[in-house]
T-cell receptor, first 114, second 110 residues
Framework: KAGVTQTPRYLIKTRGQQVTLSCSPI?????VSWYQQTPGQGLQFLFE???????NKGNFPGRFSGRQFSNSRSEMNVSTLELGDSALYLC?????????????FGPGTRLTVL | AQSVTQLDSHVSVSEGTPVLLRCNYS??????LFWYVQHPNKGLQLLLK??????LVKGINGFEAEFKKSETSFHLTKPSAHMSDAAEYFC????????FGAGTILRVKS
């Protein structure tokens, strides 16, 4: 099976702009989670989607949003970008059934805000 | 709330010597625990997972971890380090979401 894919891999934006990142989960996986990784804060949970519904949410401002489509692909959007939003954004997918705690990560999207 | 603490931010070993990366956890019930590895500019790769079936868990690339409830520890070990093991390692606990430790950077000297 193909792994989790994320596009684009690298992105440069300026403050005030908005950005959309995309994630395609492993085939058959219906749960997609997003994480932000920064040197200062480490890995932090953003949100989780399952069957097009947000199932869980971390402590991030409303500028961070996401959605999931019927084919389980997910997008996250960050509006009004700030310098502090520069980070590696990681997407992970999870299988149904007994392995719902095991997440498989994509390569990430490196966002730089200038 | 569940949490994990990685006791060392950096570990340096010589190639061919054992690796020990330490992790303590806090959980009010039997946890699901993981070790992930991240090579530079890469995503996270699952090394191994503990879910109470066995206290000694074997993972990929020769790594293993032992769950010790009495010590609330889940240390990661490897008998012989290889240069390709140089990376950052994360101890992770699962509640309704993954909670990551701060990470341990492993350096392998030739």
């Amino acid at each position: 099976k193909a792994g989790v894919t994320q596009t684009p891999r690298y992105l440069i934006k300026t403050r005030g702009q908005q950005v959309t990142l995309s994630c395609s989960p492993i085939s058959g996986h219906r749960s997609v989670s997003w994480y932000q990784q920064t040197p200062g804060q480490g890995l932090q949970f953003l949100f989780e989607y399952f069957s097009e519904t947000q199932r869980n949410k971390g402590n991030f401002p409303g500028r961070f949003s996401g959605r999931q489509f019927s084919n389980s692909r997910s997008e996250m959007n960050v509006s009004t970008l700030e310098l502090g939003d520069s980070a590696l954004y990681l997407c992970a997918s999870t299988a149904d059934g007994a392995e719902t705690d095991t997440q498989y990560f994509g390569p990430g999207t490196r966002l730089t805000v200038l | 709330a569940q949490s994990v603490t990685q006791l060392d931010s950096h570990v340096s070993v010589s190639e061919g010597t054992p690796v020990l990366l330490r992790c303590n956890y806090s959980s009010s019930y039997s946890p699901s625990l993981f070790w992930y590895v991240q090579h530079p500019n890469k995503g996270l790769q699952l090394l191994l997972k503990y879910t109470s079936a066995a206290t000694l868990v074997k993972g990929i690339n020769g790594f293993e971890a032992e769950f010790k409830k009495s010590e609330t520890s889940f240390h990661l070990t490897k008998p012989s380090a290889h240069m390709s093991d140089a990376a950052e390692y994360f101890c992770v606990i699962y509640g309704n979401k993954l909670v990551f430790g701060a990470g341990t950077i492993l350096r392998v000297k030739s």
